[in-house]
């Protein structure tokens, strides 16, 4: 009898892991410098998320400026309150809405908003449901380096001069790629000095640049 062929089993690759890192710049005080820097910025094909406060008519150029390059624009409220006091006595609703509005000022201007970060990285859960459905994330803040992912509510792990630290830069990187997470980073201005160590230097900055450049 002839001996029946068996088929050869191709067993599938494992899929290739693909990360998003962020890189987000918060505050109104924060564009100017970044403007200064984003030449440099682009040269190592790193898009960054400009999380706005106090938008208006001035600085609207430079935004659609940024986006046309690539580069993100969201949500950082108008007045930058802290969002559990404001609740507290305002109420949710007051909040959202002030939020919202801000939002379609901007997309009225042509500006695309997609994600939203809280005001000194503080929200509450009520908050977080509402405006979930508005936003692809809402976002929190972190000083702890090994807090990857997060999914709707991801923490973004803040990279000012006061606490930046490269190699765990890269450490979180590798921790989110092998969770087959994202990672997310922020800071404020990019200067020599900007009075409360929410900064980092023009140093730094091309530092934070060529560890994010390897993994993209």
């Not at 979930?132 to 090994?146: A, E, G, L, N, P």
Request: charged share 25%; aromatic share 12%; with cysteine.
């Amino acid at each position: 009898c002839e001996t029946e062929k068996k088929q050869e089993i191709i067993e599938p690759l494992p899929p290739v892991k693909s990360i998003e890192i962020e890189l987000g710049v918060d505050d109104y005080n924060s564009l100017k410098y970044l403007m200064d820097h984003i030449s440099i910025i682009n040269m190592y094909g790193v898009k960054i998320t400009y999380y706005v406060s106090g938008y208006n008519d001035k600085i609207k150029d430079d935004l659609l400026y940024l986006q046309s390059m690539g580069h993100e624009i969201a949500n950082h409220t108008r007045w930058h309150y802290y969002a559990p006091s404001r609740v507290k006595n305002h109420g949710v609703e007051s909040y959202v809405n002030d939020v919202l509005r801000y939002n379609r000022q901007m997309i009225d201007d042509g500006i695309e908003i997609n994600k939203f970060a809280y005001p000194f990285g503080a929200g509450t859960p009520e908050l977080d449901a509402e405006l979930i459905k508005h936003f692809d994330h809402v976002r929190y803040t972190t000083k702890d380096y090994s807090v990857v992912g997060g999914g709707d509510f991801p923490k973004a792990i803040n990279i000012d001069g006061y606490n930046l630290d490269i190699d765990k830069m890269r450490e979180a990187i590798e921790l989110a790629d092998s969770k087959g997470e994202n990672v997310y980073f922020l800071f404020h201005a990019i200067t020599e000095s900007y009075g409360d160590g929410f900064y980092i230097t023009p140093t730094e900055l091309v530092q934070i640049l060529e560890v994010i450049s390897e993994y993209n």
